[in-house]
T-cell receptor, first 113, second 119 residues
Framework: GNSVTQMEGPVTLSEEAFLTINCTYTATGYPSLFWYVQYPGEGLQLLLKATKADDKGSNKGFEATYRKETTSFHLEKGSVQVSDSAVYFCARANSGGYQKVTFGTGTKLQVIP | DTGVSQDPRHKITKRGQNVTFRCDPISEHNRLYWYRQTLGQGPEFLTYFQNEAQLEKSRLLSDRFSAERPKGSFSTLEIQRTEQGDSAMYLC?????????????????FGSGTRLTVV
């Protein structure tokens, strides 16, 4: 089936540290890939997306590259801020059809000053 | 448009009672989804509507759950005879087919969710 696996948290970093959150997906079909973010007390927000191999999604300093050869979509940020503290969800959706999205279990990021 | 709205934000109910949640999607989105999220987990798919048609239901959606979208706009999710295991955040999301192609999902816009606590 379609699934997404992401690294377990929590991840604790100091401000301005480099962030990587690993995500791998099952290679069924030609999925689109997403990262969603959930800030404390808020709903999920789409952070970035990539729709085909080698695409790079980027937003708010975050980046993720669609790697078909490794079936990965790792999230990176060069310098995290305290305001980036949130739970990050990797997700996939099959192209075509009705775009049902399958989510990973989430990785909690805590950035300390 | 202010995005996807869900009502209520919080609901506490006694076991065995029925509850109903409402979702108002973004007006131009014809696709609507319900998900459930428990603590420490990612959202799990419950059901999907395209316009007023319910096109898929997860096996997570037992007979006690029913969802409707009668006019292809707002949707309701009803849980009958609630159980403590139903306690979760119920999320609604909407989306539209990206203009010109069905091969590039745009991603969902989520509501803030309804947190259900069954005591």
């Amino acid at each position: 089936g379609n699934s997404v696996t992401q690294m377990e948290g929590p991840v604790t970093l100091s401000e301005e540290a480099f962030l990587t959150i690993n995500c791998t997906y099952t290679a069924t079909g030609y999925p689109s890939l997403f990262w969603y973010v959930q800030y404390p007390g808020e709903g999920l927000q789409l952070l970035l997306k990539a729709t085909k191999a080698d695409d790079k999604g980027s937003n708010k300093g975050f980046e993720a590259t669609y790697r078909k050869e490794t079936t990965s979509f790792h999230l990176e940020k060069g310098s995290v801020q305290v305001s980036d503290s949130a739970v990050y969800f990797c997700a996939r959706a099959n192209s075509g059809g009705y775009q049902k999205v399958t989510f990973g279990t989430g990785t909690k990021l805590q950035v300390i000053p | 448009d202010t995005g996807v709205s869900q009502d209520p934000r919080h609901k506490i109910t006694k076991r065995g009672q029925n509850v109903t949640f409402r979702c108002d999607p973004i007006s131009e989105h014809n696709r609507l989804y319900w998900y459930r999220q428990t603590l420490g987990q990612g959202p799990e798919f419950l059901t999907y509507f395209q316009n007023e048609a319910q096109l898929e239901k997860s096996r997570l959606l037992s007979d006690r759950f029913s969802a409707e979208r009668p006019k292809g706009s707002f949707s309701t999710l009803e849980i009958q005879r609630t159980e403590q295991g139903d306690s979760a955040m119920y999320l609604c999301a909407s989306s539209s087919k990206e203009s010109g192609t069905q091969f590039a999902p745009m991603g969902y816009t989520f509501g803030s969710g309804t947190r259900l606590t069954v005591v």
